[in-house]
């Protein structure tokens, strides 16, 4: 599976911007899928996850409110829609495939390349 993260881009504080990952293969729509993110310097966190058929969703409580997960399965394509961006939101965004939504980097097996979300304040 070839995951492809699109929809970076810069921005300004309290602007917005859609995040999508597509996937190559339809195996993909039978797994989960997560986002996360490393800003420079940092840790690569836990942004969200969705359950393969898009009933569970969970995030990371620093984005609960502003970002949301969402999925279509028939385009083979996981979004992230990320609200009133922060300059903490800063970072190289990952999708990635696995078999459960868990926050945990070592649940998923198939990870895309990133994109970059630059947020100015």
């Known amino acids: 599976v070839q995951l492809q993260a699109s929809g970076g881009g810069s921005v300004q504080a309290g602007g917005s911007l859609r995040l999508s990952c597509a996937a190559s293969?339809?195996?993909?729509?039978?797994?989960?899928v997560g986002w996360f993110r490393r800003a420079p310097g940092k840790e690569r966190e836990f942004v969200a996850a969705?359950?393969?058929?898009?009933?569970?969703?969970s995030y990371a409580d620093s984005v609960k409110g502003r970002f949301t997960i969402s999925r279509d399965n028939a385009k083979n394509t996981v979004y992230l829609q990320m609200n009133s961006l922060e300059f903490e939101d800063t970072a190289v965004y990952y999708c990635?495939?696995?078999?459960?939504?868990?926050?945990?980097?070592?649940?998923?097996?198939?990870w895309g390349q990133g994109t970059l979300v630059t947020v100015s304040s």
């Open positions: 969705i359950s393969w058929n898009g009933g569970y969703t």
């Open positions: 990635a495939v696995g078999r459960s939504s868990v926050p945990q980097p070592n649940g998923y097996i198939y």
């Open positions: 293969k339809r195996t993909a729509s039978n797994n989960a």
